[in-house]
Nanobody, 122 residues
Framework: QVQFVESGGGLVQPGGSLRLSCAAS????????MNWYRQAPGKERELVAT????????NYADSVKGRFTISRDNAKNTVYLQMDSLKPEDTAVYYC???????????????WGQGTQVTVSS
């Protein structure tokens, strides 16, 4: 079955860095686009960063552009989120997501990690 192991969250001071990892199994990781979302208390889930299946294209939310970097290692079935210059407003639960869209048959597949807490506070 599909499984994710997310790690790397924790408590960090403003200006600090964290690296999130999401190791996947149970599906063909290399054909899925991978995303990182976050959800802060009382707020809707927000798309933070995306990377295409080959790693050739990456996109970021304006709020994290220039501070966060998404990457993936298809040999390890793992996606990463390097977070630098962290701010208190980055505090949230971070979720990895695997997404596959097959347009010719109008099907989409989504798998979600369990989430990891990131807290930015002095």
């Amino acid at each position: 079955q599909v499984q994710f192991v997310e790690s790397g969250g924790g408590l960090v001071q403003p200006g600090g860095s964290l690296r999130l990892s999401c190791a996947a199994s149970g599906f063909t990781f290399s054909i899925y686009d991978m995303n990182w979302y976050r959800q802060a208390p009382g707020k809707e889930r927000e798309l933070v960063a995306t990377i295409t299946s080959s790693g050739g294209n990456r996109n970021y939310a304006d709020s994290v552009k220039g501070r966060f970097t998404i990457s993936r290692d298809n040999a390890k079935n793992t996606v990463y989120l390097q977070m630098d210059s962290l701010k208190p407003e980055d505090t949230a639960v971070y979720y990895c997501n695997a997404h596959l869209q097959i347009s010719v048959i109008s099907r989409e597949y989504d798998y979600w990690g369990q989430g990891t807490q990131v807290t930015v506070s002095s």
